[in-house]
């Protein structure tokens, strides 16, 4: 991994979109980072399309397409996306993702058989506001169950039939073969407009856990945020390149060094 100053001023200039997971990415202990937001703002300003990947729930994904600097948002690790377009929220769902009615019984099943396995595991706070997956909390509040607990989590969810990636802070599991890569690359294309031979060198993503993994493979152009380094064992792919700083502190740290390069071409 590398720091995105040798990138260059010429790749710089060729970005389209700057894509980048939330929690622990552009937030520090859960809360959105003074300097994240701001960041947000000069990516927009400079002509960048800005889009949130999240395993973050619905409720939450209608507030942040009406109400932050962003062109949409991909969310539930890929069910859909939502964004606005002239002055109208619009939703995209995955093909492959399921109809939520079919699922919310299995899901609850799934949720009652994973807290009798695992007595110390809790239902994440923001379940009620999502449609398609049920998130399963080891570490957003306390106690944090560890990363070694997690990964039997997902394996649990995993043996039950379900899809499941490790975030930072929780176990989400999901029926259907979707993932963030998958929708975001749908995004990318039918709302963007960025054709599939682009994006290698249009799309910058920024990540930090296991469950951005499918990003780090996919787009050459990825960035860990330095608390990537907490999941190094648990990366097979990690991104091309690193910030020196954690966090939303990082990401800020990557925004700048982007923009720098920019107006350096354009010089």
Not at 152 to 176: D, M, P, Q, T, Y
Not at 201 to 221: A, C, I
Not at 235 to 261: H, N, Q, S
Request: glycine share 8%; charged share 25%; net charge negative.
């Amino acid at each position: 991994m590398r720091s995105l100053a040798s990138l260059g001023p010429a790749a710089a200039q060729g970005l389209r979109a700057v894509l980048f997971d939330i929690d622990d990415t552009i937030t520090e202990a859960g809360l959105l980072l003074e300097e994240s937001y701001s960041s947000l703002w000069r990516l927009r300003a400079a002509g960048l399309a800005v889009v949130p990947v999240t395993g973050r729930p619905a409720g939450w994904c209608d507030l942040i397409a009406r109400q932050w600097p962003v062109d949409g948002v991909v969310g539930e690790n890929g069910a859909f996306a939502f964004y606005q377009k002239s002055g109208r929220l619009e939703r995209l769902f995955h093909p492959e993702a399921p109809d939520p009615g079919s699922t919310r019984g299995r899901l609850a099943d799934l949720a009652t058989r994973a807290r009798e396995f695992f007595p110390s595991l809790r239902i994440a706070k923001d379940q009620d506001y999502r449609l398609f997956d049920l998130a399963l909390d080891f570490a957003e509040e306390p106690p944090d169950l560890g990363l070694e607990e997690a990964k039997r989590i997902k394996e649990f969810c995993e043996a039950a039939g379900a899809s499941a990636k490790l975030s930072s802070i929780h176990v989400n599991a999901w029926f259907g073969a979707y993932d963030k890569l998958s929708m975001s690359e749908i995004f990318l294309t039918e709302v963007l407009g960025i054709e599939k031979a682009e994006i290698d060198r249009s799309v910058l993503f920024f990540g930090d856990s296991p469950n951005d993994e499918p990003m780090f493979q996919r787009f050459p152009l990825a960035c860990g945020v330095s608390n990537v380094l907490k999941y190094g064992s648990l990366l097979r792919t990690p991104p091309a390149f690193i910030t020196a700083k954690p966090f939303g502190y990082g990401f800020a740290e990557g925004v700048d060094i982007i923009l720098g390069l920019r107006e350096k071409s354009a010089l």
